[in-house]
């Protein structure tokens, strides 16, 4: 009796255990289905240790114990360098010698565990690869993680190491930083080896880094860099770039509060805010207008954007054409050969790259002079811009090409200026909004990268701490009702648009919402004058708050078509000059605009 009692236990258990065991598999193969091993971030693992620590007197190697990874475009000594593509792979052979960056972080202590993911010959923002899969961004999964250097962001991320290179030519280290909630930089132009490197384009290619942690950022541009560790620290003036970030989801208000409360107690440090004169809101872009002439001839003169956004779509469009000229430079006799299976988004590159020709090829090559001038004389030596890193949350995996092309497009914008201009950016992370993770980038002059890591060094104890508590400021009380006041200041502000005195206008307007925050009309006249000083953004929420008011507002449909155009928001932008066609059909204007948005969009 006992024996059969303990033969129905161990059953018992045995199958109990197997009921679990089997959930567990389920559980395990639901998870992997998801994040795959590893996140999917890596195309190879193995180990190259670091060279041995120096007996003493030597100092200790500076990245001893940092794990880290290098995406398929360093060369590695024996092994094959794939370049995000398998034909790539099976027409080469393996490397000779391994990059002199990957033997420097050797050198200096650090362990390589493996090779990561990147978008086919390095083209591309999304981080997705027909060949190998998306790498799974820890911070949204169902997102893209950015690229061209998305399975490195991943690692980095996922903690699966400590830093991770990759290559930056129009944001591959930026984009992915950004979308992926980490610290990246991108290093002066030449100032890095990209000996062992496989080129995209060598005019804006560059070796950039990427980390969780500022001091390992550092260490590892001393170990890169060469930096000179006595160098004096300067005092520092931080400038926003108020019209990008009219480009950007990220709320100004929240990275400006952030970053000014951190610089309080930074000795010598001081925020220029822009945000006190209008006149100053394309600082930027009027500045690079005025000190890069060569950018004229590039002008697009078929759409009706401001001229703010022309030039820096302008700027964005000379750096595609470089990339494409060079690319064709580096790969055309290889690519006409193999035939490579590629992407649909990465052939179209390609082709472009490949049918390009070498009209205006000196004026290229002019704007990137002229913009490194340009910014050395904005930021002097002591100098750092503020911009938004990327202008859109990720956008989810396998979107439809017209969303993510825009989204594309306004990302090139803001890589354009590091990027044309050789100097050097840090991306940093400012937390989340609205669960998408935000961050901001500074820029200095070209050569001045301890200067830029040492700031960096310096604040972000304090961001950090700030990212918690800063919030945006209470929306204004409208308390007063009294319609004759705000009525009278509304007919200030047209008076004052009329007379091209947009920045009074926009006051007026504003003192009329005060009063009575319910009538359209004071939002998009306020709106009319936004426009006129490139605050598109802030336009077009103005019009929103118009038309949520009065659905029949003509003038608010038309003025938000134009902010969202000039935000290269084309789709949103023809309905609602549709819209404005559908309340007053013999409207002219909106009938040439929706036509001509239809054009753009093809």
Not at 61 to 78: K, V
Not at 430 to 456: A, E, Q, R, Y
Request: positive net charge; aromatic residues 6%; hydrophobic residues 40%.
């Amino acid at each position: 009796m006992t024996n059969t009692k303990m033969w129905v236990l161990v059953i018992g258990v045995t199958v109990a255990v197997g009921i679990v065991a089997a959930a567990e598999t389920r559980r395990r193969r639901r998870r992997k289905a998801i994040f795959k091993e590893d996140f999917g971030a890596f195309v190879q693992r193995f180990q190259i240790l670091p060279f041995p620590q120096p007996p003493p007197p030597a100092a200790k190697q500076t990245l001893a114990g940092l794990t880290f990874a290098i995406n398929d475009i360093f060369e590695l000594e024996e092994h094959v360098t794939g370049f995000g593509n398998p034909d790539w792979a099976r027409t080469h052979e393996a490397a000779e010698k391994t990059a002199v960056t990957v033997t420097a972080l050797l050198k200096n202590g650090a362990l390589c565990v493996g090779k990561t993911v990147i978008d086919e010959f390095a083209f591309g923002v999304s981080g997705e690869n027909m060949h190998y899969g998306a790498p799974i961004n820890p911070e949204m999964p169902a997102h893209v993680p950015g690229g061209s250097s998305s399975g490195s962001a991943v690692a980095v991320a996922a903690e699966l190491v400590d830093f991770a290179l990759g290559t930056d030519t129009t944001g591959c280290i930026r984009i992915p930083a950004a979308f992926c909630g980490l610290l990246s930089y991108r290093p002066s132009h030449g100032a890095v080896s990209m000996i062992g490197v496989l080129p995209n384009s060598q005019s804006l290619d560059t070796v950039g880094w990427l980390a969780r942690d500022p001091s390992i950022l550092l260490r590892v541009g001393n170990a890169l860099l060469k930096l000179n560790t006595v160098e004096p620290r300067r005092a520092r003036c931080l400038i926003f770039a108020d019209d990008l970030f009219q480009l950007s989801k990220v709320p100004k208000q929240k990275a400006e509060g952030v970053i000014s409360k951190a610089i309080e107690n930074l000795s010598g440090c001081k925020l220029q805010d822009h945000d006190t004169s209008l006149n100053d809101i394309l600082i930027l872009a009027q500045h690079v207008a005025s000190n890069v002439p060569s950018l004229k001839g590039l002008l697009d003169q078929s759409t009706n954007l401001q001229n703010g956004t022309s030039i820096l779509k302008a700027l964005s469009s000379a750096m595609v054409s470089l990339q494409r000229h060079e690319f064709k430079t580096n790969h055309e006799e290889w690519v006409k050969s193999v035939e490579p299976k590629l992407a649909p988004d990465v052939s179209d590159n390609v082709l472009a790259a490949i049918n390009t020709t070498h009209e205006n090829l000196k004026a290229l090559y002019d704007i990137r002079r002229e913009l490194r001038a340009c910014i050395k004389i904005l930021l002097k030596d002591n100098g750092i811009l503020v911009i938004p890193t990327v202008a859109d949350p990720p956008w989810k995996l396998n979107s439809k090409k017209r969303g993510t092309v825009e989204s594309h497009n306004r990302a090139l914008i803001l890589s354009s200026i590091a990027s044309m201009s050789g100097c050097c950016q840090v991306t940093i992370p400012l937390g989340k909004n609205d669960g998408c993770p935000i961050s901001v980038s500074f820029i200095t002059f070209h050569g001045g990268d301890k200067f830029l890591l040492d700031t960096l060094l310096d604040m972000y104890s304090s961001l950090k701490e700030q990212i918690n508590f800063v919030s945006s400021p209470a929306p204004l009380q409208n308390t007063n009702k009294n319609i004759d006041d705000s009525e009278l200041l509304k007919e200030k502000g047209n008076a004052a648009y009329k007379g091209n005195q947009w920045n009074k206008a926009v006051n007026y307007y504003s003192e009329a919402i005060k009063l009575n925050g319910e009538n359209a009309t004071y939002y998009s006249n306020r709106a009319a004058a936004y426009l006129q000083l490139g605050c598109f953004q802030k336009a077009e929420e103005d019009c929103n708050k118009a038309i949520s008011l009065d659905k029949k507002n003509v003038k608010a449909y038309m003025r938000r078509g134009t902010a969202r155009e000039s935000l290269l928001f084309y789709k949103d932008a023809a309905q609602d000059f549709k819209h404005a066609l559908v309340l007053e059909p013999q409207n002219k204007v909106a009938s040439d605009a929706e036509k001509r948005l239809r054009k753009l969009m093809g």
